[in-house]
């Protein structure tokens, strides 16, 4: 078996917990597939399954924003971290997954152009690169995951 470089080893796993069949489980489309707008929408103990998927969305884009090169685009504003639900209505639910397979494809494709190298360069106004930002992208989206497949089995 041959081993991945670095980068190789990011985008297999970008794309697998997206879309493939992970180690942990299911994937993020495979469990998001199954929530019904209205499960999305309805209040479980205080979250909403679609505010967790809007910050999901949230860590994602400020990825994407950074690959892009828009180094004064931050997410520390707690509203840009934690969308506030705004009595959007059922079709705001295929909206956001609709964005979130955007925000996929367009991340995918920046992540292809990087070498090596770039994945080693530091994020704007952080201390970590851009290979750490990618790999907690993930993790980021493997724990919302968890608890999106929780309020789905309890709404």
Excluded: C
Excluded at 50 to 69: D, E, F, K, P, S
Excluded at 103 to 111: D, G, K, S, W, Y
């Amino acid at each position: 078996m041959a081993l991945y470089t670095p980068k190789e080893q990011l985008l297999s796993d970008f794309e697998n917990v997206f879309s493939g069949e992970p180690w942990y489980g299911e994937s993020v489309l495979t469990i998001l597939e199954r929530v019904s707008a209205d499960q999305a929408m309805k209040p479980v103990g205080g979250k909403r399954i679609y505010t967790v998927l809007l910050h999901i969305l949230a860590w994602r884009t400020y990825l994407l924003r950074q690959l892009q090169g828009e180094t004064e685009y931050d997410i520390v504003d707690p509203a840009v971290d934690w969308p506030v639900y705004q009595n959007e209505g059922a079709a705001a639910w295929p909206r956001a997954v609709a964005s979130l397979k955007e925000n996929q494809q367009q991340v995918l494709a920046l992540l292809r152009d990087l070498s090596e190298a770039q994945l080693m360069d530091a994020v704007p106004r952080r201390k970590f690169s851009f290979a750490f930002l990618i790999n907690g992208v993930i993790q980021h989206d493997v724990y919302h995951l968890g608890q999106i497949a929780l309020l789905q089995k309890l709404a």
